[in-house]
């Protein structure tokens, strides 16, 4: 029964898929056991051929990027090595042509501390690379390569993508150059502790180390994603850098060769469930939750609030705490915007003078995040969502998704992915838990954290 069942199942969604013309479903029903098995057998490798038209097409604007970087061995005697030369490392990954004249889109850890980075044409030209600029926050970078009328591939709309449409991921995994392997899309919207910006598209489309840096294409054979991570023992789990996310990226480092984001000085968080009801907000509403404001920042100059649910900005529906930080993060520095939010059951509209990030001050010293100026580190609530995608079911603690460098948080090695189970002797609830026991501790404090798995003890001096 069981069997008929999912019979029954699979016939129904390959009836709809045939009706919405997809050609692979379509290919599928059209060789029926009635064909004789070598006819049927043709009929699908044409069909499949489809994959290899387009893999042909799109190979030639990826590139192999090696890199050659330094590395000081600390425990050595000499760590530049006795004449003072220090010792080398070589590296691998992948990226994409963007412009016939040789702008190479990449991740930033595929480059970053290299001092020699070479690109190998699909046509075995070997070219050397400069880097434009580099993104750490969201692990791209833009690299310059001479040419002419190269193979460059075509930027698609990532937000146009839908959770089961098929995508194609060409790199060089384990050096092996141009690798094609095929999946569907199988998340949008992932936060996987990388750090603040996180928004990953998920795929199950093979993708191991050498990808990093490659593009994943859609079957228009258009980018609509940077390849940039796997989950470590997972299989058919990878991640991918929107495009559009890369596309504002990219514009900034080649026009000014590092990134600017917007800023409006509001602490938020998820609104999830438990807090519409305890702070009895309606079960429909949509937003991000403030949890705090910075005095004299644009939005509290403008008449914020703590309890305040953004919205929308200039219109645009905000969905969640992410999605706000990341339009705002794209909002030009010094324009004005509309920042809706629901207050006391009504809608009030704020206008507010977008500012530049402070941690991207020109010259200026990174500062902390303003609900824990002390430690240096920006948390976020750990939902069940996140929990889940980090591999535990234990929502008790705030993630850390961002560490300022030069703070007793980054001197104490803490790292974005982290999880802050305790501070001290007290349990952390939520980021106001946590915001509220980093403010009474004194002096140094000893932080209880999981980190892949692992539950250790960090001290943190003050």
Do not use: C
């Amino acid at each position: 029964m069981l069997a008929l069942f999912v019979v029954g199942v699979s016939l129904g969604v390959f009836r709809t898929k045939i009706q919405h013309g997809d050609p692979l479903v379509g290919l599928v029903a059209q060789a029926s056991p009635l064909v004789p098995r070598g006819q049927r057998d043709q009929q699908i490798r044409q069909e499949l051929g489809t994959f290899a038209r387009l893999a042909k097409d799109l190979k030639p604007s990826v590139v192999n990027i090696s890199v050659i970087k330094s590395v000081e061995d600390p425990r050595a005697i000499f760590p530049f090595g006795p004449g003072g030369q220090a010792p080398e490392s070589s590296g691998q990954g992948s990226g994409v042509i963007i412009s016939p004249d040789g702008d190479v889109v990449t991740n930033n850890h595929v480059v970053e501390g290299a001092k020699d980075i070479r690109v190998t044409l699909h046509d075995g030209r070997e070219l050397k690379a400069t880097v434009v600029g580099t993104d750490p926050k969201t692990d791209l970078a833009l690299l310059k390569v001479d040419g002419t009328n190269l193979p460059a591939a075509d930027l698609g709309d990532s937000d146009n993508l839908a959770v089961g449409d098929w995508v194609m991921a060409i790199g060089n995994p384990f050096g092996l150059e141009a690798t094609v392997t095929v999946g569907v899309l199988s998340g949008k919207g992932r936060v996987i502790g990388a750090g603040p910006y996180d928004d990953f598209l998920q795929t199950d489309a093979s993708i191991n180390p050498g990808n990093s840096g490659g593009p994943l294409f859609n079957t228009a054979g258009e980018v609509v994603g940077i390849n940039t991570a796997i989950i470590r023992g997972g299989q058919g789990i990878g991640f991918s850098i929107p495009i559009n996310m890369a596309k504002f990226i990219v514009g900034q480092l080649k026009t000014e060769g590092s990134v600017t984001r917007g800023f409006v000085g509001l602490g938020i968080q998820a609104l999830t469930p438990q807090l519409r009801t305890g702070l009895e907000l309606p079960d429909d509403l949509e937003g991000a939750l403030v949890s705090s404001v910075v005095p004299d920042g644009p939005a509290g100059r403008a008449g914020a609030q703590v309890e305040d649910v953004v919205v929308s900005l200039d219109d645009r529906p905000i969905k969640s705490d992410r999605e706000l930080l990341d339009v705002v993060a794209r909002t030009p520095v010094g324009s004005t915007a509309k920042l809706r939010v629901f207050r006391d059951g009504k809608m009030k509209d704020l206008t507010v003078t977008i500012a530049r990030r402070p941690d991207e001050q020109v010259s200026a010293r990174p500062q902390a995040d303003p609900n824990s100026p002390a430690l240096g580190v920006q948390v976020r609530e750990l939902t069940p969502d996140i929990a889940a995608q980090l591999g535990t079911d234990d929502t008790a603690g705030v993630l850390i998704v961002d560490v300022v460098p030069s703070t007793p948080a980054a001197r104490a090695g803490l790292q974005p992915g982290d999880i802050v189970r305790k501070v001290g002797n007290h349990e952390v609830d939520n980021t106001g838990d946590f915001i509220t026991q980093v403010h009474n501790q004194k002096g140094d404090m000893a932080l209880l954290i999981e980190r892949q798995g692992r539950t250790v003890f960090v001290v943190v001096g003050s």
